[in-house]
């Protein structure tokens, strides 16, 4: 034990053993940093909560955020629908198409058939035909 702690005395006495413990101690910083991030994520849980209808809690008596409820309350709107439009545009897509992907799902909205698309103004996407 002795052995070790000269040779730890030596090296911080000269300027390279200061260098190579200034290396030495970046990198245990960088590891511990990096398990403390997989740690902290392994532990969180994702936030999403999927609920029916029947059950979803009052904001002001419940641990559920905002966010929650309103993309569980988007993605039950979209049970059973085959299609989806912007609200903001005027062309509709199956849902199988890929041009529709970029629409954010809280401006979907949301049709079982093309034919109630059509009858609420919109038209199908020449991307998707």
Known sequence: MEKIKL???NCL???????????????????????????????????????SDNTVPSLENSNILQ???????????????TF?????????????????KTIKQENRVWFATGEEAERAGYELSSACQ
């Open 7 to 9: 040779i730890i005395k």
């Open 67 to 81: 966010n929650d409820v309103i993309s569980t309350t988007a993605n039950s709107n979209s049970i059973n629908k």
């Open 13 to 51: 006495e000269s300027e390279k053993g200061k260098d190579i413990l200034t290396v030495v101690i970046v990198i245990l910083v960088g590891l511990g940093s990096f398990e403390l991030g997989r740690l902290s994520k392994e532990n969180s849980s994702s936030g999403i909560k999927i609920l």
């Open 84 to 100: 989806f439009a912007s609200n903001r545009g005027s062309k509709y897509y199956p849902i199988s198409c890929s041009a529709g």
